[in-house]
T-cell receptor, first 115, second 114 residues
Framework: AQKITQTQPGMFVQEKEAVTLDCTYD???????LFWYKQPSSGEMIFLIY??????QNATEGRYSLNFQKARKSANLVISASQLGDSAMYFC????????????FGKGTLLTVNP | KAGVTQTPRYLIKTRGQQVTLSCSPI?????VSWYQQTPGQGLQFLFE???????NKGNFPGRFSGRQFSNSRSEMNVSTLELGDSALYLC?????????????FGPGTRLTVL
């Protein structure tokens, strides 16, 4: 079974500062993908970034980067230069292949960006 | 490309009724997955369809069912609604062609059961 743990129910950050959202995972699969999604109050899930289990380099997408530490089974999201529009719920998720081709989500972290 | 669309966006039903939700995937995507989001249970996987076949199913009762049409559009049905079925129902589409493909979500259908 796959499991995602996000230990920070809520986080606060000042505008223009960087913030790290924590995510640890557990799986017995050798091949898996790790995803981060953003969910504003409107409810839509917005894809942010992906990291594959075999990727040796950390993924980056604009202001988002994923700090992937495979031995520690962690996949933390780093948002640089926070903006007010970054205020939202953030979900870490993982997915495998075959019968594990389904997203398993953590409980999420509510990020609030203060002006 | 147009994104994933879901209809209706909001629904209010009473206990015992049934409901059908619709999801149109991104053009070219043949996989559609459904998720239920509630404050108590979080995001939970319902089922996935690919090429009109159910490929995976989550741990939900048989009242929850789905199907996929030849144009990849998908519907999910919930029969004999219960209060606990009140939730945001999200569908996601993907190409399902590799470990790296991304699932893109629609805006969701918010179901309220009274």
């Amino acid at each position: 079974a796959q499991k995602i743990t996000q230990t920070q129910p809520g986080m606060f950050v000042q505008e223009k500062e960087a913030v790290t959202l924590d995510c640890t995972y557990d799986t017995s699969d050798q091949s898996y993908g790790l995803f981060w999604y953003k969910q504003p109050s409107s409810g839509e899930m917005i894809f942010l970034i992906y990291q594959g289990s075999y990727d040796e380099q950390n993924a980056t997408e604009g202001r988002y980067s994923l700090n992937f530490q495979k031995a520690r089974k962690s996949a933390n999201l780093v948002i640089s230069a926070s903006q007010l529009g970054d205020s939202a719920m953030y979900f870490c998720a993982m997915r495998g292949l075959g019968s594990n081709y389904k997203l398993t989500f953590g409980k999420g972290t509510l990020l609030t960006v203060n002006p | 490309k147009a994104g994933v669309t879901q209809t209706p966006r909001y629904l209010i039903k009473t206990r015992g009724q049934q409901v059908t939700l619709s999801c149109s995937p991104i053009s070219g995507h043949r996989s559609v997955s459904w998720y239920q989001q509630t404050p108590g249970q979080g995001l939970q996987f319902l089922f996935e369809y690919f090429s009109e076949t159910q490929r995976n199913k989550g741990n939900f009762p048989g009242r929850f069912s789905g199907r996929q049409f030849s144009n990849s559009r998908s519907e999910m049905n919930v029969s004999t609604l219960e209060l606990g079925d009140s939730a945001l129902y999200l569908c996601a589409s993907s190409t399902r062609d590799s470990l790296t493909d991304t699932q893109y979500f629609g805006p969701g259908t918010r179901l309220t059961v009274l």
